[in-house]
């Protein structure tokens, strides 16, 4: 490729990021950043300290709306992923106050997450990745569990895209339970989704590789590489991931991006967008055209159609083959039994959302100002016509004006799109940067006043949206109400803390139909990168106040076997081995003297017997890297090595009582 052509590509790249940074400079300027005052007067007067804070009616409003005084629970709760932290955020709306940090893919210290307590250990060393630790993830999408196509508030999945891996965490009390690592593939992005009962967890792929981990040339990328989208079968019962009743399925090495599972009229069907499938395989350094501009020189690229209720049946009828130990519908055998379709979709497309009846699927082309909204009926009909093009693998594709619904120009690099109750559709708009509302469908008379198919109104973000997140805004019943916007740059909003910035959460009010859409809430996050965000109505979440009952482990949510009771606490030994039974209570551990010897091999069970609301302990051991935080009811044990001797205070690190510091015991390990 000579130097015009690298130029034919670029240039359009350029174009929208100069008009990108335009707008973001302007709204900068005109949405105003504002210094802090001085000093508030002491009066008590609103509307003076509101003229003395800067702040417009438009703000106090904004605030009425949002303020949240002590003791007043949040309407809703939002779970958003925490990007490379690889963690699970939990944020109470309107508040937006940050609940918890889940620790999932990373250990994480206060939760003893990762740092002895066995049931953590296990659930990290399930996500190894060829036997090797991988303590970290990029979280991209959590799905909460739906029964019938609502959110039922009793799990919640969310994948690593780096590793493929999947995490179930269990909303009885919001710990990870499970890690699963995708034996097929490399990196995944198009996960999780959930199927509307939850029996399946899907998980897309990303970036295209030989599948099962092997080695292939880049020369050979269209012979040997191949996309993946992987069916996990969740069983609610055990709470778990069944890997032997789960599938994959092979697809070409266009670049499987986010998927969506269908819903009623839609339900047994799976839907995928996809990019490049210009098949580029970069290498700009020896003259081809970079990734960026190899893979966006086609004006279409394809959606993908499952058929997953046939899919099941083609698995389940052992119409696979093993790949890295792992059943996988090879291409050909989808194109026979009729399970895989494309459609085409411009350009570069992000993400496919399915409207909550399930009627249209929705896909936003990040290089075309339009959504493109298709017609699952009219996909049927095309199916059932027959007589399709295919592509070079011999897949079907169904003609674009075939099943298409409508187009819709909502603005400059439209991404992801969210649902409300009344006729109205949200979708991210990266570029300019702002969340567009427009009108799916319709007329919706008793709805809203808009015409169909028609932008309604955009509301400015601060800066770059990626996702959007609206109340329950992916299930078929969406509440509105809230949207919030998952911004990838935050500028100016907040005062700098260096060149690394806070991700910037917007709430958004969505709750009045037409032009009114106003922001109402920054909610600066401190680790990152998130991406996807789901939002469950609060009293929908039924988690434990405590334990069921005393000695109770988390990792088999059933009573654990070395649970200790009051008066049962002991030291057994037997030659080298060292067991620990202790009981926790404010504010002391019973016992409060381990005297053992280097070299022993320690085990080491403690039950907080605590029946109170809040009463967490935590227990330190200085040396060994342990911590681990035992709620009440809870047994925790962990192992470990005497290898050095010494004096060592084991303490609380829960500041649980006005004598925590005093709950403490010492380890006496002689040479
Ligand atoms: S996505 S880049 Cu969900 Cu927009 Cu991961
Ligand atoms: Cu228990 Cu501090």
């Known amino acids: 490729m000579n130097l015009r052509d690298l130029k034919k590509y670029i240039l359009p790249f350029t174009l929208m990021a100069i008009i990108g940074f335009l707008i973001i400079a302007a709204c900068g300027g005109a949405g105003g950043t504002t210094e802090a005052p001085e000093s508030v007067p002491v009066s008590g007067d609103i509307n003076e300290i509101a003229a003395a804070r800067g702040l417009t009616p438009a703000d106090v409003e904004a605030a009425v709306k949002t303020y949240t005084p002590t003791g007043m629970i949040d309407e809703y709760v939002m779970f958003s992923s ?228 046939k899919a099941i049946e083609v698995a389940n009828a052992g119409q696979t083959e093993m790949v890295a130990d792992f059943p996988v519908i090879p291409m050909q055998t989808a194109i026979d039994e009729g399970l895989l379709y494309f459609a085409p979709e411009p350009k570069s497309p992000h993400g496919v959302d399915i409207s909550p009846g399930g009627e249209y699927m929705v896909v936003s082309g990040k290089l075309d100002p339009h959504v493109t909204t298709y017609s699952f009926e009219k996909v049927q009909a095309a199916i059932e016509a027959g007589g399709f093009e295919t592509d070079d693998y011999g897949i079907p594709i169904l003609a674009f004006d075939d099943v298409v619904e409508s187009q819709v120009e909502v603005g400059l690099g439209p991404l992801h799109t969210q649902f409300g109750p009344d006729g109205y559709a949200y979708t991210s708009l990266f570029l300019e940067p702002a969340v567009a509302r427009w009108t799916l469908g319709g007329p919706y008379e008793d709805l809203n006043e808009d015409p169909p198919w028609s932008l309604v109104t955009k509301t400015f973000v601060h800066y770059n949206v990626g996702h959007i997140a609206a109340a329950e805004g992916d299930t078929v019943s969406p509440d509105g109400k809230y949207l919030v916007s998952l911004n990838k740059w935050a500028i100016d909003r907040f005062k700098n803390v260096g060149p690394l910035l806070p991700q910037n959460f917007q709430l958004i009010d969505i709750g009045q139909p037409g032009t009114t859409m106003p922001l109402l809430y920054d909610m600066p996050i401190g680790i990152g990168e998130p991406h996807y965000a789901q939002i469950i109505k609060a009293d929908k979440l039924e988690p434990w106040e405590v334990y069921p009952e005393i000695g109770w482990n988390p990792g088999t949510q ?4 070395n649970a200790t009771m009051t008066g049962e606490e002991r030291i057994e030994r037997d030659g080298n081995n060292v067991d620990i039974y202790m009981t926790a209570v404010r504010s002391h551990f019973t016992p409060e003297h381990v005297e053992i010897k280097q070299g022993d091999h320690v085990t080491w069970h403690i039950t907080n017997v605590e029946r109170a609301y809040d009463a967490t302990h935590g227990f330190s051991l200085p040396g060994y890297n342990i911590n681990v935080s035992i709620e009440p009811g809870e047994t925790a044990s962990f192992e470990f090595d005497a290898t050095h001797d010494g004096v060592f205070s084991y303490y609380c690190s829960e500041f649980c009582s006005a004598l925590h510091l005093e709950m403490v015991g010492y380890m006496l390990v002689e040479p």
């Open 558 to 561: 059933s009573p654990d076997p």
């Open 82 to 309: 925490g990007g490379h932290s690889g963690q699970l955020l939990v944020i109470g709306m309107p508040s937006m106050r940050l609940l918890k940090v889940v620790g999932v893919f990373t250990p994480e210290p206060w939760q003893g997450w990762g740092y002895g307590a066995k049931t953590t250990m296990e659930v990290l060393d399930e996500g190894k990745v060829d036997g090797e630790d991988v303590l970290w993830g990029d979280t991209h999408h959590p799905a909460l569990s739906e029964t019938e196509g609502e959110y039922d508030g009793e799990w919640v999945f969310i994948n690593d895209k780096a590793n493929a891996r999947i995490a179930v965490i269990d909303l009885r009390d919001f710990e990870t339970k499970q890690i699963v690592k995708n034996p097929i593939a490399v990196n995944d992005h198009g996960g999780t989704m959930v199927t509307p009962d939850t029996e399946w967890i899907i998980e897309g792929g990303q970036y295209a590789a030989p599948l099962g981990w092997e080695y292939a040339s880049l020369e050979d990328y269209e012979s040997e590489y191949r996309g993946m989208v992987t069916f996990w079968k969740f069983d609610r019962e055990s709470g778990r991931i069944q890997y032997d009743q789960s599938f994959a399925m092979e697809l070409p090495p266009y670049w499987q991006d986010l998927c969506d599972a269908g819903k009623l009229v839609s339900d047994g069907w799976v839907f995928c967008n996809s990019f490049n499938t210009e098949m580029a395989t970069g290498g700009v350094e020896s003259g081809n055209p970079p990734f960026e501009a190899g893979a966006s020189q086609r004006d279409m690229d394809y959606m993908h159609i499952i058929n997953f209720d």
